[in-house]
């Protein structure tokens, strides 16, 4: 007698429907950013620089969520395209500060209205109450998550 596929748990649900719903609103949200021609990468520096003012690299590689290499490449192909500068720390040498350049700050003061509408408009679905109930538990879920170490991988040949 055959038995019936086991049904996925909660956590399983949970993660697919966290995971269809990122995407979802994902896929609007950098089709957004791409009429400006820029990279979801470059336009969180962008961003981070737009709202927090000059930071040093690592700051914004931790905000942004990329590698040191990553950052470095992101942050040259901004400073290329004249909308990020470089700035050395007064107080310590080996630091630099990253800063958006005029040309910069008037991109971003044009578009980001327009991409937070896009934002909005991805998030629709949830009205005012709701998304604030996904923000606490989703902030409450990664919290808790990032607490977490994550399993050694299982040798080979053996099964989990």
Aim: charged letters at 30%; proline letters at 4%; glycine letters at 8%.
């Amino acid at each position: 007698m055959n038995a019936l596929p086991r049904q996925p748990d909660d956590a399983l649900k949970l993660w697919v429907v966290l995971a269809r719903a990122y995407n979802a609103v994902n896929r609007l949200t950098r089709a957004d950013i791409a009429r400006y021609g820029l990279t979801e990468g470059e336009f969180a520096v962008l961003e981070a620089l737009f709202h927090k003012g000059p930071l040093l690299q690592g700051d914004v590689q931790r905000r942004v969520l990329v590698s040191s290499g990553g950052i470095t490449y992101l942050v040259d192909r901004l400073v290329e395209r004249g909308l990020v500068e470089r700035r050395p720390c007064a107080q310590d040498r080996r630091a630099i500060y990253a800063a958006l350049t005029d040309e910069g700050r008037q991109l971003l003061e044009r578009i980001f209205p327009t991409h937070a509408g896009a934002i909005e408009r991805a998030v629709s679905g949830l009205d005012e109450t709701e998304r604030r109930t996904a923000i606490a538990l989703l902030r409450k879920l990664g919290r808790a998550a990032a607490e977490l170490e994550p399993e050694a991988p299982a040798a080979a040949g053996e099964s989990s």
